[in-house]
């Protein structure tokens, strides 16, 4: 991985304001929910990707004029903002032989980067003979109402928008607004989505069965609402992680934040600090230090993929340095191991050209849902490598109220798509859904792990990370990977070849 990215200046000013709203947060810990995101391990690796425009001319892009507000009728509401999205007809069968659509559900990030790398729709384009489609979701990339971002992100007034229920009547408009484009009212349509994204492609087979035959939902945590799933599920699988990795490395994680601490407490400890772990601004908090630590662990879990596997590279560095040293320069060991050879890692400067932060501008809007809808209780129990922080309701409502005005609705989740007894409830209900996962991400046990009934099924894998089935195939991929991916073809392969039974038994019976 290398450290200079160039970026333009335009973006260095925004990213300043969009940090000192993330950092709010970041300093307290308090919304610090980690990011879902199918795409952003890969950024992590690539940054480059992110100003790569190169997607190939197979893919068009178009914008529809959507609706502000699908769901009431006040002046405001009809307004409409452009939402964009991509198709590739190369390998379409077309409408006269109702040959399927696989639409890819955008989540929070920018469409482009999901283009490239979501490779899922690509690979298997031939064998269905299907026409692809992409959104974006809205408030994200170029699909932002209100005309401009600042606008768009100004206040509730204009926030209140950008929900997903809003962002689920979008797909379903568009997907049926290709269908008529194309006059293709019989091809069946499967919704794909990773993360958040995959959570809004189950909801939408849920409450839209007309517009999707069925959907793929990877890494979909659509359990990790009220107290359906424990609070100290993720950092308890990140800790395994690290465990089955290293155990003397996880040992040396363990011991490190005491070690920290202490430093902290002494007469210019942060200073020392400072330096240990070559910080580009002098650290005012141990706490800066440490959420940067447990921020970088946890990315390392989640998008723990091949060929790399960032918690071995974190460890490789951690158990790699020299015996002598102390705890703490073997952590920072760690830290150069993953990240590279930068001229400065934590607290990193926008301006700073030798090593500047991923641009994760989009964590603003991602912020904002996980402080008004997608309220994801993650908080540290007892018995991991990190220092226990159990999650707080109270504070994190307050401190959402803080920073956007508007009081959190920790409970809308399940009263709206459901999530408690989920066997119970769905076992005689709903078809045609895929819950992939695979365990070693944090985000898992929030996943739907087991079979729900013929066709509400868990595809998983014991050593997978978030997402891993929707990127593009590769030829050091390994088995249980290629496995995985198989049995979710030959899943959708079913539904269609049934689907196709019933049009004809019903609609060419007459
Ligand atoms: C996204 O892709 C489009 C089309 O290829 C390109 O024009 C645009 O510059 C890209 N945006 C970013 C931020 O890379
Ligand atoms: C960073 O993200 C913003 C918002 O999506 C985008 O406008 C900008 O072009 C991105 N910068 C780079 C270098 O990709
Ligand atoms: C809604 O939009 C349509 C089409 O732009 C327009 O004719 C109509 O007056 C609008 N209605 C309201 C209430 O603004
Ligand atoms: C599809 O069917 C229609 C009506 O039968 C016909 O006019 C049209 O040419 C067909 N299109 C293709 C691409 O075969
Ligand atoms: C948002 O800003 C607009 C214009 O500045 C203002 O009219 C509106 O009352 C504000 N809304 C909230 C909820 O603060
Ligand atoms: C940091 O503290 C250690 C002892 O705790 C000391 O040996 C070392 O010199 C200090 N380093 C700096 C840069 O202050
Ligand atoms: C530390 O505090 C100083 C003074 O308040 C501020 O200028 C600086 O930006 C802070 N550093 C960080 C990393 O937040
Ligand atoms: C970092 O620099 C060291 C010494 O200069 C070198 O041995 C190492 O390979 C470099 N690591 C990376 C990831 O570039
Ligand atoms: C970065 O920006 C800060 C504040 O805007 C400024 O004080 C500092 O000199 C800049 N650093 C560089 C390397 O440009
Ligand atoms: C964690 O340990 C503390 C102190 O021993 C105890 O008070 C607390 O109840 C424990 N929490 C859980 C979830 O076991
Ligand atoms: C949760 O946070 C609130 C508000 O900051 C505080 O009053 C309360 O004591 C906290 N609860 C626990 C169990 O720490
Ligand atoms: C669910 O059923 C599918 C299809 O039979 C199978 O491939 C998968 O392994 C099952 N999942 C679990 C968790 O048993």
Redesign the pocket.
């Known amino acids: 991985m290398n450290c200079s990215p160039k970026f333009p200046v335009k973006w260095v000013k925004f990213m300043v304001m969009i940090l000192s709203i993330a950092s709010t947060g970041i300093a307290a810990g308090r919304t610090d929910i980690p990011r879902l995101s199918p795409t952003r391990g890969i950024i992590m690796e690539d940054p480059d990707l992110l100003s790569s425009a190169a997607v190939s001319d197979d893919f068009q892009t178009f914008y529809y004029p959507q609706t502000l507000d699908h769901f009431n009728y006040q002046p405001q509401s009809n307004a409409t903002f452009q939402q964009r999205y991509v198709m590739n007809f190369k390998y379409w069968g077309g409408a006269n032989n109702s040959a399927p659509i696989l639409a890819y559900l955008g989540a929070e990030s920018h469409l482009n980067v999901s283009l490239t790398s979501i490779g899922f729709l690509n690979d298997n384009a031939v064998s269905f003979n299907a026409l692809l489609v992409y959104i974006e979701h809205r408030y994200y990339g170029i699909s932002i109402p209100f005309g401009s971002r600042e606008e768009a992100f100004k206040n509730a007034s204009t926030l209140g928008y950008f929900n997903s229920a809003q962002a689920i009547a979008d797909y379903a408009e568009i997907i049926m607004h290709i269908k008529n484009e194309l006059r293709a009212f019989y091809s069946p349509v499967i919704v794909v989505g990773g993360s958040y994204g995959g959570m809004l492609a189950s909801w939408l087979r849920l409450k839209y069965p007309h517009v999707a035959l069925g959907a793929l939902a990877s890494s979909a945590p659509i359990l990790y609402f009220d107290k359906i799933t424990p609070s100290g599920a993720y950092y308890s699988v990140v800790t395994k992680d690290f465990r089955e990795a290293s155990e003397s490395c996880y040992q040396t994680i363990r011991n490190s934040w005491s070690v920290i601490d202490k ?1 902290a407490s002494q007469p ?1 400890g942060l ?2 600090l400072s ?1 240990i772990f070559k910080t580009c601004k002098p650290l005012n908090k141990s706490s800066e230090l440490k959420i940067a630590l447990k921020n970088m662990y946890a990315s390392a879990a989640q998008y723990d993929r091949p060929p790399r596997y960032p918690v071995t590279v974190i460890c490789g560095g951690i158990d790699g340095a020299n015996e002598k040293q102390d705890i703490l320069s073997k952590i920072f060991a760690g830290v150069v191991a993953y990240r590279g050879n930068c001229s400065c890692y934590i607290n990193p400067s926008t301006n700073d050209s030798s090593c500047p932060p991923t641009n994760d501008s989009e964590i603003v809007g991602w912020r904002w849902q996980t402080c008004s809808e997608m309220v994801i209780p993650i908080g540290i129990g007892n018995g991991t490598m990190f220092q226990p922080a159990p999650f707080n309701l109270t504070s994190f409502v307050q401190h959402c109220k803080t920073i956007f005005g508007v009081t959190s609705r920790p409970h809308w989740v399940t009263s709206y798509y459901g999530g408690h007894d989920i066997k119970l409830i769905l076992q005689r209900f709903g078809s045609n859904i895929i819950f992939s996962n695979g365990l070693r991400d944090p985000y898992s046990p929030g996943g739907v792990l087991e079979n729900i009934s013929e066709s509400i099924l868990a595809v998983k894998t014991v050593n997978g990370s978030h997402c891993l089935d929707l990127y593009a195939q590769n030829a050091s991929d390994p088995d249980w990977l290629v496995k995985q991916r198989q049995t979710e073809v030959e899943i959708i392969r079913g539904w269609i070849a049934q689907y196709y039974a019933d049009l004809k038994a019903i609609l060419f019976k007459q």
């Open positions: 430093i210019n200073s020392n330096t």
